[in-house]
């Protein structure tokens, strides 16, 4: 009898091993394996996109187009398809459909008497409006009858809404300076500002693209606005570096050119810096003062 409770209590106990070892392995997996994303697109005569999320050696996927205007979407479970049928299925039933329906066409029985009951409410607004319009510039309220100190009263009373308005947020920015700076100059906010930057660094780093590369060809009627956009897009040149080659035109308008990329994230990452910042007192206490406003 014991030997039989002993030989239940191991069989249990083997079971919940194995339980706790599957949840981990999960929790492994959803930590550690990565998302991966690759897209692609394209801007010639028309623009086309067409990009994949896919999970777990695509075991969840989600893909999507963009092509002639139309948006398309799908989502993928081991391969199949969730929340409706496949496109060929889509496509059959819709011929069908098309084939089995007749084609009737009805018209209106009562559309001309509808027109001409339009006609005389036009014509009775017509020969109305006039009378009407007489009428409010006798009684001095049509347009145009406004005296012209009223208008100047209006827009001086309106100017004076206006300085005051912006006196009182200069006031008031004014009041909130020395609080800014002493905020700034506190050294746990500047402890606490290095631990963001460097969080932020490092999950920037980690969801970039793997994989950049394209062409761009750019430009305007304009030269000038031609020369600000190539000086913002060397603002980004550590970015793409030589992956992507940027050509600007300076004659004519232009846009056109093609990307490809290619990246994963891990949720380990970005749980560990959440981690490190939700460990900082300082980081949790301002994140409270400004929920609190």
């Given at each position: 009898?014991?030997q039989?409770?002993f030989l239940i209590?191991?069989i249990?106990?083997?079971?919940?091993l194995?339980l706790?070892?599957l949840l981990?392995?999960?929790l492994a997996?959803?930590l550690?394996?990565?998302v991966?994303?690759?897209?692609?697109?394209?801007r010639?005569?028309?623009?086309k996109?067409?990009g994949?999320?896919?999970?777990?050696?695509?075991a969840?996927a989600v893909?999507?187009s963009?092509?002639d205007g139309?948006?398309?979407?799908e989502?993928?479970?081991?391969?199949?398809?969730?929340g409706?049928r496949?496109?060929?299925e889509e496509t059959?039933?819709?011929?069908?459909?098309?084939?089995?329906?007749?084609?009737?066409h009805?018209?209106s029985?009562?559309?001309g008497?509808?027109?001409?009951?339009?006609?005389?409410?036009?014509?009775?607004?017509r020969?109305?409006?006039?009378g009407r319009?007489?009428k409010?510039?006798e009684?001095?309220k049509?347009?145009?009858?406004?005296?012209?100190s009223?208008?100047?009263?209006?827009?001086?009373?309106g100017?004076r809404?206006?300085?005051?308005?912006?006196?009182?947020k200069?006031?008031?920015?004014?009041e909130k300076?020395?609080q800014i700076?002493?905020f700034?100059?506190?050294e746990?906010n500047r402890r606490?500002?290095r631990?963001v930057?460097?969080?932020?660094?490092k999950?920037?780093?980690?969801v970039m693209?793997?994989?950049?590369?394209g062409?761009?060809?750019f430009?305007?009627?304009?030269?000038?606005?031609?020369?600000?956009?190539?000086?913002a897009?060397a603002?980004l040149y550590?970015?793409?570096?030589?992956?992507?080659r940027?050509?600007?035109?300076?004659?004519?308008?232009?846009?056109e050119?093609e990307l490809?990329?290619?990246?994963r994230?891990?949720?380990?990452?970005?749980?560990g810096?959440?981690v490190r910042?939700g460990m900082d007192?300082?980081?949790?206490?301002?994140?409270?003062?400004?929920?609190d406003?």
């Amino acid at each position: 009898m014991i030997q039989a409770l002993f030989l239940i209590l191991k069989i249990i106990g083997i079971l919940l091993l194995l339980l706790a070892g599957l949840l981990l392995l999960a929790l492994a997996a959803v930590l550690f394996v990565p998302v991966r994303y690759r897209g692609e697109g394209s801007r010639r005569e028309v623009l086309k996109a067409h990009g994949t999320v896919s999970w777990c050696f695509s075991a969840l996927a989600v893909r999507f187009s963009l092509e002639d205007g139309r948006t398309e979407g799908e989502v993928r479970l081991f391969g199949r398809r969730l929340g409706g049928r496949d496109r060929e299925e889509e496509t059959l039933e819709a011929d069908f459909r098309e084939a089995s329906e007749p084609s009737v066409h009805t018209a209106s029985l009562d559309g001309g008497r509808s027109r001409d009951r339009a006609k005389e409410r036009e014509s009775r607004n017509r020969s109305g409006a006039p009378g009407r319009r007489e009428k409010a510039k006798e009684e001095g309220k049509g347009p145009g009858t406004e005296r012209p100190s009223g208008r100047l009263e209006k827009l001086a009373k309106g100017l004076r809404g206006r300085i005051s308005r912006a006196g009182a947020k200069i006031r008031s920015a004014l009041e909130k300076k020395d609080q800014i700076m002493a905020f700034l100059r506190d050294e746990e906010n500047r402890r606490t500002f290095r631990l963001v930057k460097k969080q932020l660094v490092k999950v920037v780093r980690h969801v970039m693209p793997v994989r950049l590369e394209g062409e761009v060809t750019f430009g305007f009627d304009d030269p000038y606005r031609t020369g600000q956009l190539l000086s913002a897009a060397a603002l980004l040149y550590p970015v793409y570096r030589d992956r992507i080659r940027v050509t600007p035109v300076f004659d004519r308008e232009v846009l056109e050119g093609e990307l490809k990329l290619e990246g994963r994230i891990r949720l380990a990452v970005l749980l560990g810096a959440a981690v490190r910042l939700g460990m900082d007192r300082n980081f949790r206490k301002l994140v409270r003062r400004l929920m609190d406003r």
